[in-house]
């Protein structure tokens, strides 16, 4: 199993970044993908969660509205578009998923990581 997240950059306020989370040893369509960051000096966050089969859909409250993940199972990726950026979404962000459970909430940890991209938010 395993996960790489990219796409991280810099990026001004207002901005949009798309993340990337490349995986492989395991069908994407059939597990759930979440996404995490981590900010200087904070405890890792769950941000996104997108479900098995169902495809349903969760993120924290402090990024719904501008947030949004997909998944290509052709491509066996998962995406994280970031719309309105803020400073505050800056940190590294991780892909990860577990492949005992599937997603009801936004994760608070899981069983297999990606390397992380770092997504910093600056004018």
Do not use: H
Request: hydrophobic share 30%; charged share 15%.
């Amino acid at each position: 199993v395993q996960l790489q997240a990219s796409g991280g950059g810099l990026v001004q306020p207002g901005g949009s970044l798309t993340l990337s989370c490349a995986t492989s040893g395991f069908p994407v369509n059939n597990y759930a993908i979440g996404w995490f960051r981590q900010a200087p000096g904070k405890e890792r966050e769950g941000v996104s969660c997108i479900g098995r089969s169902d495809g349903s859909l969760y993120y924290v409250n402090s990024v719904k509205g501008r947030f949004t993940i997909s998944r290509d199972n052709v491509k066996n990726t998962v995406y994280l578009q970031m719309n309105s950026l803020k400073p505050e979404d800056t940190a590294a962000y991780y892909c990860a998923t577990d492949l005992r459970y599937g997603c009801t909430k936004v994760w608070t940890d899981a069983q297999y990581w990606g390397q992380g991209t770092l997504v910093t938010v600056s004018s």
